[in-house]
């Protein structure tokens, strides 16, 4: 068996190897900052704390006296760089000396196929007392070997290589209508009855930071060779793999750092241009209906020529993949389809006002107060729906009420609340919840739980139709 490992901490390294190679190199790390400052401090290990300090304190000072030529020490004072080479589009890297010659050995020995970006250069390599970040992932694509297995994404601050993680929080990834990424947590019946040490199902994974078996990797199709430079493969491949027989799962056992950083590609069409054209060729494929809510989002979209998509349609139809209708069922509930199970839906006006409630781009579980605001007929921010059972639902989130000491809200909500309240639109206009409550607004638009008034103009609100 082989696998296909994709590991990020601010650059990627992506390498193809055998079991043996992968026991062999993953006791090192790629650190992609500052990684001198590393080696020198594992030497220092039998010097005092006050003595590494110092030592580490005169290394940043070296750093930020390189800083105004690449911010990367290794990189300004390291062979040739070569701003057009292809890849990850950053800086490509060209190895020096042993390096050199160790990476054509291995690509001889044990066909690794490695790209490097500017970012983690082979020579960052430092020993690691950490336990072995690819075991659990291994463990799961043992079990099925149509596993895409997930890392979980620890934390490194740039400036100072702390690393921190809260070890009760477990994060779970998911996506709106406008294919914006996030990252969210498992909740408690999620979790229940099971052991840390099991795997999660996912929605979406993050970028890198996985694990699969190569061979079954080529079978699905490997990434989208249509798509440009960086954005959605991330999405389109966790479509596919859940869609088409696969399993994407997190082992919470295995844990990667990650520093954010800016961002390095260059986009000679523009960034959002390209990551349109990719969702595009996306949504094309796997969406089936639900891509007019993505279209809605980014209206150039239907303007844009997505390249030719024959073979990912030739491939999903080999595969026998599963609908959207079924990932949004079995994988994703959570995302609202505004037409399924619902009485009405479309943009909520406030009559008084004439703005509409948003849900002011608000994607997490815990509860939240919002506003109205103007109207723009983007269901991924303004759609709202009367589900069957009284909920009142915006993409991802709920309609609820909380009281404080200065007064009542509207909160955003998850779903599955049991304290979610029910709604009722009535025919006066009023959207009055079953706990006496009729959404309201003051002159700010902060959207109130008011106690229900029919001659208070600031509570009468029209459903008005989203045009797709």
């Known amino acids: 068996m082989k696998l296909f490992v994709r590991y990020i901490a601010v650059g990627l390294i992506a390498v193809t190897v055998g079991w043996f190679l992968l026991c062999m190199i993953y006791p090192w790390s790629w650190i992609s900052s500052t990684p001198y400052m590393l080696q020198d401090e594992k030497k220092l290990q039998g010097i005092s704390r006050r003595q590494l300090d110092t030592r580490i304190r005169r290394l940043r000072d070296e750093e930020i006296e390189t800083f105004n030529i690449t911010g990367n020490y290794l990189i300004d004072k390291y062979k040739e760089n070569n701003g057009m080479m292809a890849g990850e589009n950053g800086r490509g890297i060209l190895l020096a000396g042993d390096e050199e010659m160790m990476g054509k050995e291995a690509l001889l020995l044990y066909q690794i196929n490695t790209v490097v970006s500017d970012y983690i250069p082979l020579n960052r390599k430092v020993p690691d007392s950490r336990p072995l970040p690819l075991q659990p992932l291994l463990v799961e694509i043992k079990k099925n070997r149509t596993t895409l297995a997930m890392s979980q994404l620890d934390y490194i601050r740039a400036k100072s290589l702390l690393y921190y993680f809260d070890r009760d929080y477990k994060p779970r990834y998911g996506f709106d209508w406008k294919l914006v990424f996030f990252e969210n947590y498992f909740r408690d019946e999620q979790m229940e009855g099971k052991a840390v040490t099991e795997a999660f199902q996912g929605v979406v994974m993050v970028g890198a930071g996985f694990a699969v078996d190569s061979e079954y990797f080529k079978e699905i199709g490997t990434y989208d060779k249509g798509m440009k430079i960086w954005g959605g493969e991330n999405l389109e491949l966790s479509w596919r793999v859940s869609m088409c027989g696969g399993q994407l799962v997190h082992a919470l056992c295995s844990h990667i750092g990650h520093i954010a950083r800016p961002q390095p590609y260059l986009f000679p069409e523009g960034r959002q241009e390209t990551e349109i054209y990719n969702y595009k060729r996306a949504v094309d494929v796997w969406m089936g209906p639900y891509k007019k809510y993505v279209y809605n989002a980014y209206p150039a979209m239907k303007h844009i020529n997505s390249g030719n998509l024959t073979d990912r349609l030739l491939l999903k139809k080999r595969l026998k993949c599963k609908s959207f209708d079924w990932y ?110 009729c959404l309201d607004l003051d002159e700010d638009y902060q959207v109130l739980a008011s106690r229900c008034d029919p001659l208070k103009a600031t509570q009468i609100w029209k459903i008005v139709a989203i045009p797709l």
């Not at 994988?331 to 399924?340: A, D, K, N, Q, S």
């Not at 404080?404 to 009722?424: H, K, Q, V």
């Open 328 to 437: 949004l069922d079995n994988i994703w509930p959570e995302l609202f389809r505004f037409e399924v199970n619902v009485m009405a839906s479309g943009q909520l006006l406030n009559t008084k006002y004439n703005v509409c409630l948003d849900n002011n781009d608000y994607v997490y579980q815990s509860a939240k107060k919002f506003t109205a605001r103007e109207c723009n007929s983007i269901f991924a921010k303004q759609g709202f729906a009367l589900s069957t059972d009284g909920k009142l639902r915006s993409s991802l989130n709920c309609v609820g009420t909380q009281c404080e000491p200065d007064g009542c809200f509207a909160i955003l909500i998850d779903c599955l609340d049991p304290s979610l309240d029910r709604w009722n639109h009535k025919t006066d206009g009023q959207l009055q919840s079953d706990k006496n409550f």
